[in-house]
C-alpha cells in the first residue's frame, strides 16, 4: 500500500543520508513543490518537512499565493500534508501533537503588505475569495477595506456581466452596503491574489486609475503614465503549476491585461504600478528576516519580547543585518520567480520537475534563469542532496 511504500521509502532515504547539523536553512515555494493546488504532492512534500522538522532545521514557505489569512492557509496545508502522513509513517518517537508547520513559517505574496496600513486608509483589496480576502486585509489592519463586490452591488451596472450570485451579493458584500461608494475616495488598489471575475475587476480597476483622485464613476482629462491611486501587485507571475498538464495564467497575465488596457486609455502612456512578491528583492529580504526568527525560535535564542513572533513586521526592503545561515537554499518550481529571485537575492537554488519547470525549457529559452545548485525529480531529492552537500 502506499502507507508502507512511503515509510519503507521515509526510512530507505534516512539511512542514505548521513546528516550533520549545520546551520543552513530552506526556503520553499509552495505551488508546484510542495502542493499541485489542493494536492500534496506525495511523498516527497511531508516527508522532506517533516524530517527537517524533526532535525531542528529551519525552514520557511514563501509563495506567490495568497488570498486568505496565513493561519488559514497553513491549517490547510496542515491538513493536507500531515493527513498524508500519519505518525506511524513518521516513526514513533516523532509522534508528536505539534503541527508540521506554524502560521509563523508563511510569507504569503501579500503579507509584506501589512506594512502598507499606514499609508492607505481606504482600499480596494483585488482578488482571492470573498469574504476571506476582506478578512485578511481587515486583519492586517487596514480601516476600510472595500472589494468589488461592495461596488457591484451598490452600481451593478458600473458592470452588468458581473458573476456574484445572490446569496454572494447579499451575504459577502459590507453591510448595509455602502452608498458612499462613489462619495469617498479609495486611497490605493491592492492585488492579494488572482481575479475570480477579471471582467469586474478589470473594469473597476481601470476606472479607478483613470479617476479624478480615485473617486469612481469619476474620470480624469489628463493621460499620464502616473495612476490617478496606486496600484499594488502581490506578485507578477505569468504562469503557475496547478497540476494540470501545461501551466495557468497567473497575477502576471491579469497585470499584463490592465497594463495593456490603460496603455490604450492614455495615449500609449505604459502604466507606473509597483510588483511585490518574487522574484523581487523586496520579497526575499522579507523572507529573511521571517526565516531568521524560525532559526532563533527553534534554537531557543529569541529573547521574550521576540516570543510572540506572528506578531513580527520587518519593514519594506530592508535585509537583516545578521547574518545567520551558512547557507539558504530556494526550493522552487519556476525559473522565471524562484530560481531568479533566489540567485539575485544570493541564495542557492533548487529547481525541482514537479511544476512549471519541465525538461527541455532551458534550451527552449536561454534566457531562464538556471538554478545554482541543481535540477531534480522532487523536493526530496534536492532537499536530500543539499544536506549532504553540507554534512
Ligand atoms: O497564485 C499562486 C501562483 O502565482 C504561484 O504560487 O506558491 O508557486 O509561488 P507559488
Ligand atoms: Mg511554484
Request: with cysteine.
Amino acid at each position: 500500500s502506499l502507507r508502507t511504500f512511503n515509510k519503507r521509502l521515509f526510512s530507505t532515504c534516512l539511512k542514505s543520508l548521513n546528516i550533520e547539523k549545520a546551520p543552513i536553512a530552506f526556503v520553499f515555494d509552495i505551488d508546484g513543490v510542495l502542493m499541485q493546488t489542493k494536492n500534496p504532492i506525495l511523498p516527497f512534500a511531508p516527508m522532506t518537512l517533516t524530517y527537517l522538522k524533526d532535525n531542528k532545521i529551519p525552514f520557511i514557505l514563501l509563495t506567490n499565493g495568497g488570498g486568505m489569512k496565513e493561519s488559514s492557509r497553513i491549517k490547510f496545508l496542515n491538513d493536507k500534508l500531515t493527513n498524508n502522513l500519519s505518525n506511524a509513517d513518521i516513526g514513533d518517537d516523532n509522534n508528536d501533537s505539534i503541527k508540521l508547520l506554524k502560521t509563523s513559517q508563511l510569507v504569503q505574496s501579500h503579507t509584506p503588505m501589512k506594512n502598507l496600513i499606514k499609508k492607505y486608509n481606504r482600499v480596494l483589496v483585488i482578488g482571492g475569495l470573498d469574504p476571506e480576502a476582506r478578512e485578511v486585509a481587515l486583519n492586517y489592519g487596514f480601516n476600510e477595506v472595500i472589494r468589488p463586490i461592495d461596488i457591484i452591488k451598490s452600481t451593478p451596472n458600473i458592470w452588468p456581466f458581473s458573476r456574484y450570485t445572490q446569496h454572494e451579493l447579499i451575504y459577502h458584500s459590507l453591510n448595509p452596503s455602502i452608498s458612499l461608494i462613489n462619495e469617498k475616495p479609495i486611497d490605493a488598489i491592492l492585488v492579494f491574489n488572482d481575479p475570480r471575475d477579471m471582467g469586474t475587476d478589470l473594469q473597476i480597476i481601470i476606472d479607478l486609475l483613470c479617476s479624478k483622485n480615485g473617486l469612481l464613476g469619476t474620470r480624469r482629462i489628463e493621460k499620464s503614465s502616473k495612476p490617478s491611486i496606486p496600484i499594488i501587485w502581490s506578485n507578477k507571475d505569468l504562469l503557475w503549476s496547478t497540476g494540470y498538464p501545461i501551466p495557468r495564467f497567473g497575477q502576471g497575465a491579469f497585470r499584463l491585461s490592465v497594463r495593456e488596457l490603460y496603455k490604450s486609455l492614455n495615449n500609449g502612456f505604459e502604466l507606473n504600478d509597483t510588483v511585490l512578491g518574487k522574484p523581487f528583492s523586496v520579497s526575499f529580504k522579507y523572507a529573511e528576516w521571517i526565516l531568521g526568527k524560525e532559526w532563533k525560535n527553534l534554537s531557543n535564542l529569541n529573547n521574550e519580547s521576540e516570543l510572540n513572533i506572528e506578531k513580527f513586521i520587518p519593514d519594506l526592503n530592508v535585509k537583516p543585518t545578521e547574518n545567520l545561515f551558512k547557507k539558504v537554499y530556494m526550493v522552487g518550481d519556476n525559473p522565471e520567480s524562484d530560481i531568479k529571485g533566489g540567485n539575485d537575492y544570493g541564495w542557492e537554488t533548487i529547481l525541482v520537475k514537479t511544476g512549471v519547470y519541465k525538461d527541455g525549457d532551458f534550451e527552449i529559452n536561454k534566457n531562464l534563469s538556471k538554478p545554482t545548485f541543481g535540477i531534480f525529480n522532487n523536493v526530496w531529492d534536492g532537499v536530500s542532496a543539499a544536506l549532504k552537500a553540507n554534512g
